[in-house]
C-alpha cells in the first residue's frame, strides 16, 4: 500500500493525517476529512459498454445494491453547507465478497497537487497561526510558488457554479485506474457520476439565505418524490495522457461511455446509518478494476485507514457522542 510514497523524509500515513488533524479542534469519533455527511442507499446497474470494459460484475447488467455516503469538504462535522465549496458522494457497490468495490468521488474536476508529499506541504501551509486563528498566507504563498499547479484549483474553487443540490452535483473519480475486459486487456481510465436532475447554480444571494443543513433537507425533499439519479461516464484515456497525476485533467476531447446508472432511494443521519462505519478506501475494487500507479491513491488509502481506525477507537472508548448521537448536535 505504501507504492513507493515512503522514503525521503519518511511521510507516512500518521503523519499525514497528525497534519490534519492538528489544523482545528478534535472531533472524536468522525471523519477527519469530509466529516459532515449523510448515509444513502441505492443500486447500481452495469451497461453493455461498461462491461466491454471491464470484467468487474457490477457491469453485468443485473442491479447490485449500493451503500454510499454525501459528504461536504472539510473537517467540520458541523459545518455551514453554504460554506462547502466541495461535495463528495462515496459509494460502495455490491456485498460483502471479492466482487465488492468502494470509491470515494469529488466535485472538483482534478486535484490541487500531484503527490503525497504535495499534499502534506499544503495541509502544513494551512495551519492557523495561534497568534490569529487563521493560516498565515505568507505559508499558503510559499506553499503557491513551489507547486504553481494549486493555483488552477484555487481558479476552479474561485469561479465554478454552486450546485444547490447533492442530487444535481457531477462526481469525479479524480484519479486514474485500470479497467481490464475479458481478453485482458487494461484501459486507463476516470469516470464521473453525471447527474440526471438539472443543474441549478446557485447566486451568491441564495447562497447567503441558504441554510446551514440545506443539502440533507434538499435531499430528503427529493427523494419523499422518488429516486435520484446519476450516469456512470468512463473517459478513457490517449497515449501520452497523464495517468499518474489526478492535478492535470484529460483534453475534453477523450473518448466517453456510459458503463452504467446509479439509483439512489434513500437517506437517513450517518450518525445512526450503516455508512458511519465504513471506510470508502478507493482501493478496495473488484476483479476487472485495479489502481493506476498514482502515489496519491496509495497515498489516500493509508490515510483513510488511519482515520477509520481514529474514529472507530474513539467511539468504541465511548469518546465519539457527537457522531453518533441520534438528536442533531449542531
Ligand atoms: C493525499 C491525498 C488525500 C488525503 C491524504 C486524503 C485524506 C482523507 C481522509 C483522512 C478522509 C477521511 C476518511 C475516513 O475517515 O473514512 C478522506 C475522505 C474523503 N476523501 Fe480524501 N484524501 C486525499 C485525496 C482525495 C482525492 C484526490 C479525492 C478525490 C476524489 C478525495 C475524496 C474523498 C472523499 C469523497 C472522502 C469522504 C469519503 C466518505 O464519505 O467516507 N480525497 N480523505
Known amino acids: 500500500w505504501t507504492a513507493g510514497w515512503l522514503g525521503g523524509e519518511r511521510l507516512t500515513a500518521p503523519r499525514v493525517v497528525n497534519a490534519m488533524e492538528a489544523n482545528g479542534p478534535a472531533h472524536p469519533g468522525f471523519r477527519r ?7 444513502v442507499a441505492g443500486t447500481f446497474r452495469g451497461t453493455e459498454q461498461g462491461q466491454a470494459l471491464s ?9 447490485v445494491p449500493v451503500l454510499g455516503r454525501f459528504s461536504i469538504g472539510g473537517p467540520n462535522p458541523h ?3 453554504n460554506s462547502a465549496r466541495v461535495r463528495s458522494m462515496a459509494l460502495q457497490f455490491g456485498g460483502p465478497d471479492a466482487s465488492q468495490w468502494r470509491m ?3 466535485s472538483f474536476p482534478f486535484f490541487a497537487v500531484a503527490t503525497p508529499q504535495a499534499f502534506h506541504q499544503q495541509t502544513l501551509a494551512k495551519r492557523p497561526d495561534p497568534a490569529t486563528g487563521k493560516p498565515d498566507p505568507a505559508a499558503m504563498e510559499g506553499f503557491l510558488a513551489t507547486h504553481p ?5 484555487r481558479q476552479w474553487a474561485k469561479t465554478a457554479p454552486w450546485s444547490d443540490s447533492w442530487a444535481n452535483t457531477q462526481y469525479n473519480s479524480v484519479n486514474a485506474f485500470r479497467f481490464i475486459d475479458a481478453d485482458g486487456s487494461e484501459r486507463l481510465v ?28 434538499d435531499l ?23 495517468v499518474n497525476d489526478p492535478s492535470r485533467p484529460w483534453p475534453g476531447t477523450r473518448e466517453q461511455v456510459v458503463a452504467g446508472t ?13 455508512c458511519r462505519d465504513v471506510n470508502f478506501d478507493p482501493l478496495i475494487l473488484p476483479s476487472g478494476v485495479a489502481a493506476s500507479d498514482d502515489p496519491i491513491l496509495a497515498a489516500r488509502s493509508a490515510a483513510y485507514s488511519q482515520s477509520f481506525n481514529r474514529r472507530q477507537r474513539e467511539i468504541a472508548l465511548g469518546r465519539g457522542d457527537a457522531a453518533t448521537a441520534t438528536e442533531p448536535t449542531r
Open 55 to 63: 470484467t468487474a460484475t457490477v457491469f453485468s447488467g443485473e442491479p
Open 262 to 274: 446509479l439509483t439512489l432511494v434513500h437517506a437517513e443521519p450517518q450518525a445512526t446509518g450503516e
Open 190 to 217: 476516470r469516470w464521473s457520476m453525471r447527474p440526471h436532475a438539472a443543474v441549478h447554480p446557485l447566486d451568491a444571494a441564495e447562497r447567503e439565505r441558504a441554510d446551514a443543513d440545506f443539502l440533507a433537507a
Open 149 to 153: 499547479q494549486a493555483r488552477k484549483f
Open 33 to 39: 476529512n469530509h466529516a459532515k455527511g449523510v448515509c
Open 104 to 106: 470515494a468521488l469529488n
Open 220 to 242: 430528503q425533499t427529493r427523494l419523499a418524490q422518488g429516486s435520484v439519479h446519476w450516469d456512470m461516464v468512463v473517459t478513457l484515456a490517449a497515449a501520452g495522457d497523464p
Open 79 to 81: 459545518g455551514a453547507d
